[in-house]
DNA sequence: ACATTAAGTGATT
DNA sequence: AATCACTTAATGT
């Protein structure tokens, strides 16, 4: 699909400067993805750096049993420094990475990283700012994982979903959730079954909608 | 009506 | 908090 500048500029003239934009609009594409799509694959090579326009992206690793760990999301403007660094070693991906609602993707090749990082002061902070909020995003997952008992990570983890999607209602199963969250499906009912009781959330059949933004 | 998939529950570790 | 075994409920064909 060919890149609108317009629309690119619209999105991101707050941070990347003009002429930056335009060099993207050249040398890019940008794709649609539906729902659930893979991006990218473990040992797949990447060619070209991902940057969220529309949507967002769930990016995971997986251990050699095959449980897979929800690292952290990519909203809008966000791009992955894991990506990055598989890129500038030309090594291959140690990520999974699925489209979360239907999204636009920004792919810009990975050969112009570093030409832009030389020459474009806002390429560079960009960069940086992302490497540092996805650092900050996992520093939290651990967090998360170390100090908090199941229930308040599945708290954290509706309402975070629910802001990611901005929409209250999640179309997730119990069964959904406890593999992102590493449990299994009988103790996350349980713990639902608790919200639910709380009126924290609503229940139908393979669907959440989540009461407390706030709070 | 029947099969399939999601959710609920008691008992056990 | 996990697992087992089983039940109940919602949905698709």
Redesign the pocket.
């Known amino acids: 699909m060919q890149v609108c500048i317009d629309r690119i500029s619209d999105k991101f003239s707050h941070i990347l400067e003009e002429e930056l934009i335009r060099e993207i609009c050249q040398c890019s594409q940008i794709r649609r993805i539906n729902h659930g799509s893979t991006l990218v694959e473990i040992g797949q090579t990447l060619t070209h750096i991902p940057i969220v326009v529309d949507g967002a992206i769930k990016v995971m690793t997986i251990d050699d049993e095959g449980n897979e760990l929800l690292l952290y999301y990519l909203e809008f403007g966000d791009t992955c420094a894991i990506t990055l660094k598989c890129c500038s070693l030309s090594g291959s991906s140690t990520v999974l990475a699925y489209a979360e609602g239907e999204s636009e993707i920004l792919f810009i090749p990975a050969e112009k990283m570093e030409d832009w990082m030389i020459r474009f002061r806002s390429w560079r902070s960009f960069i940086l700012d992302s490497y540092n909020s996805r650092m900050n995003e996992m520093l939290a997952a651990i967090d998360s994982l170390a100090f908090?008992?199941?229930?308040?990570?599945l708290e954290n983890y509706l309402r975070d979903r629910a802001m990611v999607l901005g929409n209250s209602e999640l179309e997730?199963?119990?069964?959904?959730?406890?593999n992102d969250?590493?449990?299994?499906?009988?103790?996350?009912?349980?713990?639902?079954?608790k919200l639910?009781n709380q009126n924290k959330i609503i229940?139908?059949?393979?669907?959440?909608v989540v009461c407390e933004f706030a709070d």
């Not at 997730?172 to 406890?178: C, E, F």
């Not at 969250?181 to 349980?190: F, K």
């Not at 229940?203 to 959440?208: C, D, L, M, P, T």
């Open positions: 908090f008992d199941l229930g308040d990570r997730l199963s119990h069964l959904d959730i406890a969250l590493n449990s299994s499906r009988v103790v996350i009912s349980r713990l639902m079954k639910e229940q139908k059949r393979g669907k959440v």
